[in-house]
């Protein structure tokens, strides 16, 4: 069994310390044990724990999921439909924005194509920018 303190568990894991303090606040990793001096010692399952918790955070998954798969992964008699569900919902959500992405992209690749070398009064960029506004009116960037 490995005794880690909090700084060589950040270490090891890549995250910050206060990163551990505030699993440990929401109850995603459990309190550690303390030496006789209340410093918090880490064993191996708290290392493979936060490990757990920072993947399942580079994929996207909000903090009520992860609490989900790690009760899930906590009693693995479970049926794992609940973890399929999530996983599902995750895809989604990582699709809708790759969606997005891929729109701001197109967008972005026009203002570019049609940008100017003249003075900013005739510049592209700033004229397809000022279309986008959709109150009624005068905009600050129209000239009489």
């Known amino acids: 069994m490995i005794a880690l303190t909090i700084g060589k568990l950040a270490k090891a894991a890549d995250v ?14 459990p309190e550690p044990r303390r030496t006789a001096s209340d410093r918090r010692v880490y064993d191996d399952g708290a290392a493979q724990r936060l490990a757990f918790i920072k993947h399942a955070r580079q994929l996207g998954f909000p903090i009520e999921a992860i609490r989900t798969l790690l009760n899930l992964a906590d009693d693995p008699d479970q049926a794992c439909g609940d973890a399929n569900i999530l996983a599902e919902e995750q895809l989604a959500s990582v ?30 960029v700033i004229e397809t920018l000022s279309e986008r506004c959709a109150s009624p009116g005068p905009r600050p960037l129209d000239r009489p």
């Open 16 to 29: 910050k310390v206060p990163t551990i303090r505030f699993y440990e606040q929401i109850g995603l990793l």
């Open 95 to 124: 699709e809708s924005k790759i969606a997005q992405l891929q729109a701001l992209r197109s967008e972005l690749k026009r203002m570019v194509e049609a940008g100017c070398n003249g003075l900013a009064g005739e510049c592209r």
